[in-house]
């Protein structure tokens, strides 16, 4: 099993208060596609509801809004500092029912105390994915629902042609895969479900894409977040990385163009009655 450091150091995007900020702009792009999901995968209020990898929390705020003051969610995530941030948010916005836990879930031995577990751009990080999904059935009560949204990075476009994103795109692809994750999970997710036990699984694929400079800048973001891992794995140098921030920061800055996210496939399913 591996230890809470080695899983920090096979994370390929940099964390903390600077990561928890690019995951508000990435919440706030993926937001309509989430709350649509939950609808369609059968949340109800009074459910409780655990959100795995919740990064800065924004999808645990909504899970626990939309359980309402009957039902609670809990955001688990290995990164202290993103934790403690949400804590703290929770109780500036004096949301009652929802919980946030640091923790490993490569670690955990969870307990079936969920009606609903959602994890968002999570399992394409983890080297064993259908491990985390069987430890989600564990989480689940019988007749618990799953919740899996994750990318597929061959989908990038933009408008017009912006050679920076097909490098970033590249390299984003051979850093994730030298840590042994896989950056084209999408697709896998459906079979991943099945094989980890579940049934009744369904897929849904979304692909937002922003003209709005506000949301694009989640490229320029996430290009320098991996910097630190594409350095490390030899994939280019720091100048090359500087290099690709500034010039998706001036296309995401120049109006008119356009930016895809990567393919995201939604997939959910149901642990079975025992
Ligand atoms: C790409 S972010 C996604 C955050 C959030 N789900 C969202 O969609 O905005 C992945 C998150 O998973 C967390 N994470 C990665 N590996 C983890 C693990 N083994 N256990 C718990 N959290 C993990 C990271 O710290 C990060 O906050």
């Known amino acids: 099993m591996s230890s809470p450091e080695s899983v920090k150091v096979h994370y390929i995007?940099?964390?903390?208060?600077?990561?928890?900020?690019?995951?508000?702009?990435?919440?706030?792009?993926?937001?309509?596609?989430?709350?649509e999901l939950f609808q369609r995968a059968g949340l109800q209020p009074g459910m409780a509801c655990l959100d795995v990898g919740c990064g800065s929390g924004d999808i645990s705020f909504d899970l626990a809004q939309l359980a309402g003051p009957g039902g609670r969610a809990v955001g688990m995530d290995m990164d202290a500092i993103k934790v403690d941030l949400a804590r703290g948010e929770a109780s500036e916005r004096k949301v009652s029912n929802v919980e946030f836990r640091a923790c490993n879930i490569c670690e955990t031995d969870?307990?079936?105390?969920?009606?609903?577990?959602?994890?968002?751009?999570?399992?394409?990080?983890?080297?064993?994915?259908?491990?985390?999904?069987?430890?989600?059935?564990?989480?689940?009560?019988?007749?618990?629902?799953?919740?899996?949204?994750?990318?597929?990075?061959?989908?990038?476009?933009?408008?017009?042609?912006?050679?920076?994103?097909?490098?970033?795109?590249?390299?984003?692809?051979?850093?994730?895969?030298?840590?042994?994750?896989?950056?084209?999970?999408?697709?896998?997710?459906p079979a991943l479900l099945t094989e980890a036990g579940f049934e009744n699984v369904q897929l849904n694929v979304v692909q937002p894409a922003e003209t709005v400079?506000?949301?694009?800048?989640?490229?320029?973001?996430?290009?320098?977040?991996?910097?630190?891992?594409?350095?490390?794995?030899?994939?280019?140098?720091?100048?090359?990385?500087?290099?690709?921030?500034?010039?998706?920061?001036?296309?995401?800055?120049?109006?008119?163009?356009l930016f895809s996210m990567p393919r995201v496939v939604e997939a959910w399913g149901y642990r079975p009655q025992d």
């Open 13 to 35: 995007i940099r964390g903390g208060a600077a990561g928890r900020d690019r995951l508000k702009v990435l919440a706030r792009i993926m937001r309509p596609a989430a709350l």
């Open 110 to 189: 969870p307990e079936p105390e969920f009606d609903l577990v959602h994890a968002r751009f999570l399992l394409t990080h983890l080297k064993d994915p259908l491990q985390a999904l069987r430890k989600f059935r564990e989480a689940l009560q019988p007749g618990g629902i799953v919740v899996i949204s994750d990318i597929d990075s061959r989908g990038y476009f933009s408008y017009p042609e912006c050679p920076a994103l097909h490098r970033y795109a590249e390299l984003y692809t051979l850093v994730a895969l030298r840590r042994g994750c896989d950056p084209n999970i999408g697709p896998r997710l």
């Open 213 to 257: 400079s506000e949301f694009k800048i989640i490229l320029p973001l996430t290009m320098e977040s991996i910097g630190d891992a594409v350095v490390a794995e030899g994939l280019a140098s720091q100048s090359e990385v500087d290099r690709l921030v500034v010039e998706l920061s001036d296309f995401a800055n120049t109006p008119g163009t």
